[in-house]
């Protein structure tokens, strides 16, 4: 492949990553809204997800700088794209205040549990170790998104 469309098959792909968590922290935002009594948490969990859009972001510029380095991995394009699509949805609902609280947070747990969060560590190969372990973290703060959001649901 050449590497112009190589690169613009990358780019295309992380630029989804990065709109998928800068709406999840978004989501999560509004969340905070929602559940006032918990509103450090989501806020808590909004911010982790702002920082997941910024590493995504630097992980773009790594891309456009030295494409040659970087490979899509085996990862579901469409179902990724799928969910970002579905998260906006749910954010122009809640946004007019078209919702059921329960389902806003089954929601946001279907997503952080979803084999798109999951199986995110397959989505690029790339030389770089920085990735793998800046992947890891993301990982593991979804993780405990998820935990956090049974825990909330078992409360109810």
Not at 50 to 62: D, Q, V
Not at 68 to 80: D, I, P, Q, S
Request: proline share 2%.
């Amino acid at each position: 492949m050449p590497v112009d469309k190589h690169q613009q098959s990358l780019v295309k792909l992380v630029d989804l990553f990065i709109d998928l968590e800068s709406s999840l922290e978004t989501y999560y935002e509004l969340c905070a809204k929602i559940f006032p009594d918990e509103k450090f948490a989501w806020f808590g969990i909004a911010t982790q997800e702002g920082i997941h859009a910024k590493i995504f972001k630097k992980i773009k510029e790594h891309i456009i700088q030295d494409p040659e380095r970087w490979t899509a991995g085996k990862y579901n394009f469409e179902a990724l794209e799928t969910m970002v699509n579905s998260v906006h949805e749910k954010l122009s609902a809640i946004k007019v205040k078209d919702y059921i609280s329960q389902d806003v947070v089954n929601f946001a747990r279907d997503v952080e549990s979803s084999l798109v969060e999951a199986d995110m560590a397959n989505a690029f190969v790339s030389e770089s170790g920085e990735y793998r372990i800046v992947i890891k973290k993301i990982l593991e703060e979804t993780y405990e998104h998820k935990e956090f959001m049974t825990r909330f649901l078992d409360s109810r």
